[in-house]
Nanobody, 123 residues
Framework: QVQLVESGGGLVQAGGSLRLSCAAS????????MGWFRQAPGKEREFVAA????????NYADSVKGRFTISRDNAKNTVYLQMNSLKPEDTAVYYC????????????????WGQGTQVTVSS
């Protein structure tokens, strides 16, 4: 089972940018599809973005399209989430997810989860 550690969260003003990173352990990282989810206080965890093992396919939630970009570096066992034009409603704990099947990542269906990193966007 892959283990995931997120970093890069913090406090930023509306309109600003942050880049989240998720470092994965294990030699089979390149065989996993990866994704990002978020959970705001009092709300359910929701899908943000996902990327296939090769990086050739990406999926985004409508709420972040055009603002967020997911990417990966298989040589570094790391997946990234570049977040631009941040809004207060983007405030949440952001979780990294991994599964060998992309659609399972998108659905949040039994992936491996990281511990989360807090992103706070002030207005």
């Amino acid at each position: 089972q892959v283990q995931l550690v997120e970093s890069g969260g913090g406090l930023v003003q509306a309109g600003g940018s942050l880049r989240l990173s998720c470092a994965a352990s294990g030699r089979t990282f390149s065989s996993y599809a990866m994704g990002w989810f978020r959970q705001a206080p009092g709300k359910e965890r929701e899908f943000v973005a996902a990327i296939s093992w090769s990086g050739g396919n990406t999926n985004y939630a409508d709420s972040v399209k055009g603002r967020f970009t997911i990417s990966r570096d298989n040589a570094k066992n790391t997946v990234y989430l570049q977040m631009n034009s941040l809004k207060p409603e983007d405030t949440a704990v952001y979780y990294c997810a991994a599964h060998q099947i992309l659609r399972s990542v998108v659905a949040g269906k039994n992936p491996a989860w990281g511990q989360g990193t807090q992103v706070t966007v002030s207005s």
